[in-house]
């Protein structure tokens, strides 16, 4: 799956996420929020200029959001993202409006939409995180100038091939193929049974 095939799925598919941002204190806040396109460029989504969202998008410049669609943790896809925002104005009201016609029942005429503002979420990074699949599956990807995240446990040439750590992995996913040991990322849960059992310690954390 590429980037834009992830933060399309996250718009079309999941399309209500919870975004973060933070006060004037640097604490986190959490508002709910449509995103209403996507393409290769970012994400798109609408705020009014009277909300406290729209101050702290504009002084921070940055979100994180996730979104989760699934009926119950075990059938959930989720995808979190995290990066730049910039206002964009109403030149892309109309179109974000088209695509998502429900907004002309909560703001129904040209007056009323005089306070919406269109963002975009035009660089960062995420991670595609799936738990109906077995093994689970997840990904990282990231999109605009920002560098894929490579966060995750490596199990390095300090690795004996002693086998503590297959024992302790809730999903099967180390390779003993070849020594060193080798870690599926793509199923990987980050739970981190591998760096605490390791008897020679070569298993580290990098990201």
């Known amino acids: 799956m590429t980037a834009l095939e992830a933060l399309k799925y996250l718009q079309q598919e999941i399309h209500i996420t919870v975004a973060a941002t933070t006060d004037k204190d640097g604490l986190p806040v959490t508002c709910a929020i449509d995103m209403m396109d996507a393409d290769e460029n970012g994400l798109y989504f609408i705020t009014a200029k009277g ?3 729209y101050e702290r998008l504009k002084k921070d410049g940055y979100m994180a ?3 989760i ?3 119950d943790t075990m059938s959930c896809t989720a995808i979190s993202v995290r990066g ?3 206002e964009l104005g109403k030149d892309f009201l109309a179109r974000l409006f088209d695509k998502n016609p429900y907004m002309r ?5 040209a007056e009323s939409q005089r306070a ?3 963002f975009m979420l035009y660089e960062g990074n995420g991670e595609w995180f799936d738990l109906s699949k077995k093994p689970i599956e997840r990904f990282n990807f990231s999109f605009g100038q920002a560098k894929t995240g490579t966060g995750g446990y490596f199990i390095t040439d300090a690795c004996v091939g002693c086998h503590a ?3 302790v992995c809730p999903q099967g996913c180390i390779d003993f193929t070849s020594i060193p040991a080798a870690i599926q990322q793509e199923h990987c849960l980050h739970c981190g049974n ?7 310690k070569a298993v580290i954390w990098e990201g």
């Open 105 to 109: 029942e909560i703001y129904p005429t």
């Open 69 to 71: 669609k699934g009926e």
């Open 194 to 200: 591998c760096i605490e059992i390791c008897p020679q």
């Open 165 to 167: 750590c297959e024992a």
């Open 51 to 53: 909300k406290s969202f």
């Open 116 to 118: 919406l503002t269109v």
């Open 84 to 86: 730049k925002v910039k």
């Open 65 to 67: 959001l996730t979104g």
